[in-house]
């Protein structure tokens, strides 16, 4: 048996935000456009029910700001076919895709959002893929460690 797993994804709150997903049809969406290998092969690995935080990249302030939940799992994404897509992929064959993308659903907001500063100054957290120099990734794993810190944090102060 495989137990729940925990990731965080991030996304632009001007291309699609945490409010974006919650009024989405069915509160639901794929997570379309992950071009990087490394973030698709752990989309890969999702389950369906495992958590995800939902963290608003290139914002004012960065910040987690939901929890969103795996619905399905990955499966070619569409838009490396589509001409007309910024996600094209000329290499990638529908015989042979190259990218997947996985279902998530809104679960709730955060309290309050937990920004990347504050993030930074707890010390439990310094092991944490956002918040190591030069990360980059859209999509990556989170510890369950640091899943239950990070929930225990929205009921605090910043």
Known sequence: M???RFWLMKSEPSTFSIDDLRQSPNRTTCWDGVRNYQARNFMRT???????????????PPAMVGVAKVVKTAYPD???????????DPAS?????RWEMVDIAYVRHLQRPLT????RKKTILKGMILLQKGSR???Q???PLEWRYIMSLEKTCA
């Open 2 to 4: 495989v137990s729940k």
């Open 46 to 60: 999702m389950t369906v029910g495992d958590q995800v935080l939902f963290y608003h990249s290139n914002a004012d």
């Open 78 to 88: 569409p838009t490396q076919f589509d001409k007309k897509s910024k996600y094209y």
């Open 93 to 97: 064959k529908p015989s042979q895709p």
């Open 116 to 119: 990347l500063d504050e993030l």
């Open 137 to 139: 990734l859209s999509v």
């Open 141 to 143: 794993p989170v510890t």
